[in-house]
């Protein structure tokens, strides 16, 4: 009997990275190409449950706050989130080439 982990498929939820990726890349290049607002909108909402949903906006909430210069205990008690996953946002943001960072400069920028 095989003990290895199928290389095609991740314990948990069925695909592997690789198919994450996939998806993720593929999800990412229809959106940009829809150029429709109130479309990628309503994709989200019928893609997403509300929890969901609440943890995307709480994430891009929490990256907004730290640009702004909150504290991580002060974005931690505001959102109700833990410090691992804003010290998470926070590593992100200070990367060179943080997308938090572009995505910061086109929110300015709009």
Known sequence: ??????????????????????AIKELSKLIVKS????????????????????DIANRWFLVKEIDSGA??????????MSLCKITRGSKELSKPDSAFKKMLELLKNS
Do not use: H, W
């Open 1 to 22: 009997m095989n003990n290895n982990k199928d290389i095609l498929t991740d314990e948990n939820n069925g695909i592997s990275s690789l198919q994450v990726e996939q």
């Open 35 to 54: 150029g429709d607002e109130q479309f990628v909108y309503d994709f989200f909402v019928c893609l997403f449950t509300q929890p969901e949903l609440k």
């Open 71 to 80: 504290t991580q205990r002060e974005i931690a008690k505001k959102y109700r």
